[in-house]
Nanobody, 125 residues
Framework: QVQLDESGGGLVQAGGSLRLSCAAS????????MGWFRQAPGKEREFVAR????????NYLDSVKGRFTISRDNAKATVYLQMNSLKPEDTAVYYC??????????????????WGRGTQVTVSS
């Protein structure tokens, strides 16, 4: 059983930055592709970013390209999401998730096997 624990959320003004972290335990971290998703009130959970098992390939939601960067440290069993130039529309609960399936990048929430509890990100205008 893999456990994921997000941290780093908070309140920031538009244009500011935050770095989210997600620490994994209970499994072999380097075997999982990792993703970040977000869910705003009244909206469905949406894909934000994904990184493959060794960190050599990444995918992003179009609206965050050039502003957000996903990375991972397999030695620390941690995945990060650096968020710059934040906008009010980035306000949401951010979740990290682990995908055990090897293959093409997947961005649907149902494709992921394990989830953290989420961390709130609020961007004020």
């Amino acid at each position: 059983q893999v456990q994921l624990d997000e941290s780093g959320g908070g309140l920031v003004q538009a244009g500011g930055s935050l770095r989210l972290s997600c620490a994994a335990s209970g499994g072999t971290f380097s075997r999982y592709a990792m993703g970040w998703f977000r869910q705003a009130p009244g909206k469905e959970r949406e894909f934000v970013a994904r990184i493959n098992r060794i960190g050599g390939s990444t995918n992003y939601l179009d609206s965050v390209k050039g502003r957000f960067t996903i990375s991972r440290d397999n030695a620390k069993a941690t995945v990060y999401l650096q968020m710059n130039s934040l906008k009010p529309e980035d306000t949401a609960v951010y979740y990290c998730a682990a995908d055990l399936t090897i293959g093409a990048p997947r961005i649907r929430p149902d494709d992921y096997n394990y989830w953290g509890r989420g961390t709130q990100v609020t961007v004020s205008s």
